[in-house]
């Protein structure tokens, strides 16, 4: 919790589910404001998920560009992926690490975790920091296209100023990095 002040706590009321998908959850609640009113609150259900600033010996920074339909453009991102039922946050850093570039490291540091749209969602994404890196054979998920690719560090923080890279996650990974690591 941020700052302590006044309840700001909304209760449910009554709910329900409006979609189930092979992930995500559309959930539509009556809730109880804290001056005693009510009102709705429709919210997206997420897994969670974990994303990794992948760092090569050089310097350079992993990196991935991958169409992303909802948007309709390719997108300069870190690795990421969600997580599987009862998959601890640190397994599913490493498996998507390999499966998604096929990188495997010696050295991993959480970082912290991301709200990425706390108004309409519960997602949440833990940062990891992943080093000593070795190269072995991707394993990507059927339906899975992205290319795999190794930028200077400071240059993708140049991408992040310049608008190039726009990715949530990959901004506060990136940042994440240089601000409290020094990197």
């Known amino acids: 919790m941020a700052v302590k002040g006044k309840d700001l706590t909304e209760h449910c009321v ?15 609640d009556v809730v109880r404001l804290p001056d005693g009113s009510e009102t709705v ?17 050089d310097g350079r920074v992993v990196m991935e560009r991958q169409h992303r339909y909802p948007h309709g453009r390719d997108f300069l991102e ?5 997580l599987e039922p009862q998959e601890p946050h640190f397994e ?10 096929g990188y495997v490291a010696r050295e991993w540091t959480r970082l912290g ?8 969602s519960d997602e949440s994404i833990e940062l990891w920091l992943a ?14 296209f992205l290319e795999v690719l190794a930028l200077p560090f400071e240059e993708a923080i140049a991408m992040i ?7 949530a996650k990959t901004i506060a990974g990136l940042l994440w990095v240089k601000v409290f690591l020094g990197g």
């Open 14 to 28: 009554c709910g329900e589910a409006l979609y189930s998908g092979s992930f995500l959850r559309l959930r539509r």
């Open 41 to 57: 609150r429709e919210y997206v259900r997420h897994p969670g998920a974990v994303a990794i600033v992948a760092l090569l010996d």
């Open 78 to 82: 870190i690795p990421a992926g969600k």
């Open 92 to 101: 599913t850093a490493k498996r998507e690490l390999q499966e998604e570039t």
């Open 113 to 120: 975790v991301i709200h990425t749209t706390v108004a309409y």
């Open 131 to 144: 080093k000593g890196l070795e190269q072995r054979a991707a394993k990507l998920d059927a339906g899975e």
């Open 161 to 167: 100023r310049d608008g190039r890279i726009t990715d």
